[in-house]
């Protein structure tokens, strides 16, 4: 069973930056995919960045290219994901989840297993 448990969220002015961490134990094989995904209120959960952990190879929704950057630490079964230039709209909980296969383009639907969200406020 693959559990995962995020870190790192908070409150920051516009235009500073965070960094989340997703640790990630009980996984079996290297062909692992982890995303990261955010929930604003009243709003639907969206896909992030995606990372593959045997690989490395990594997808961005448009939303936070060149602002965020996805990144692993295999030896700390760690998951990161730095947020640079934050803006009010990236304000959500923010989740990692993961799931076994090669295409680790962050949508919902394909992953399985989720952590319990670390909550970012971005201020104006």
């Known amino acids: 069973q693959v559990q995962l448990v995020e870190s790192g969220g908070g409150s920051v002015q516009a235009g500073g930056s965070l960094r989340l961490s997703c640790v990630v134990f009980g996984y079996t094989y290297m062909n692992v995919c982890m995303g990261w995904f955010r929930q604003a209120p009243g709003k639907e959960r969206e896909g992030v960045a995606g990372?593959?952990?045997?690989?490395?190879?990594?997808v961005y929704t448009d939303s936070v290219k060149g602002r965020f950057t996805i990144s692993q630490d295999n030896a700390k079964n760690t998951v990161y994901l730095q947020m640079n230039s934050l803006k009010p709209e990236d304000t959500a909980m923010y989740y990692c989840?993961?799931?076994?296969?090669?295409?680790?383009?962050?949508?919902?639907?394909?992953?399985?297993?989720w952590g319990q969200g670390t909550q970012v406020t971005v201020s104006s």
């Open positions: 990372i593959g952990l045997g690989g490395g190879n990594t």
């Open positions: 989840a993961a799931h076994y296969g090669s295409n680790c383009f962050p949508v919902v639907f394909a992953y399985n297993y």
